[in-house]
């Protein structure tokens, strides 16, 4: 006699599928889920190969959102995500992102940081200026960094000039970024 995983129901015509669901579980699968599944499938690639944090940011807490979606899908006794991969469970998936989310926010808000810093000491400061003391700072340390240090701080920068917090003006030849008024202060 088979039993859904999810939802309990049994009975001795009741069918499950391979990762134990009955058929009307398996449609609210289908309906709510299993783009949410290939979401975080895309989103765990791409954190593990783009070398722009800003990207690598973004994409690790889409995959944690879709985490708690699938998490949210099972019960206390179903975990789809081990159902289906049969080689991890949702709560130690969510933990692994969280805690990658964590520190890839606290890179960017660390160059974030160091971007603010630079334009507050000198005016105002070129690009270059930006990711050579990134650089420096990183061969100081000696370690390396999990995104390409100029790719990523040309998003942080387009990111602050959309929240309005930075500025850029051309100047000679090469383009500067100055605080704005606000992020000033």
Known sequence: MAKCKRCGKFGLFMSVN???????????????????????????????????????????DL??????????FGNEDYDLFWEITKSSRIDEMIDLYAGMADDLREMYSGIE????????ERGSVPKKLI???IQNAQQEAGRDLPFDVDKSVVSILKDLEFDQKLRKEKIKNRYEYFLNDAAAG
Do not use: H
């Open 63 to 72: 995959a944690l959102q879709k985490l708690f979606m699938m998490k949210n």
């Open 18 to 60: 391979k990762i134990g669901l009955c058929p009307r579980c398996q449609n609210e699968y289908n309906v709510y889920i299993a783009r949410e599944a290939e979401i975080f499938g895309d989103s765990s690639k791409i954190v593990t190969e783009t070398d722009n944090l800003s990207t690598r940011l973004s994409r690790c």
């Open 113 to 120: 940081s160091l971007i603010f810093d630079l334009i507050r």
């Open 131 to 133: 990711v050579d003391t």
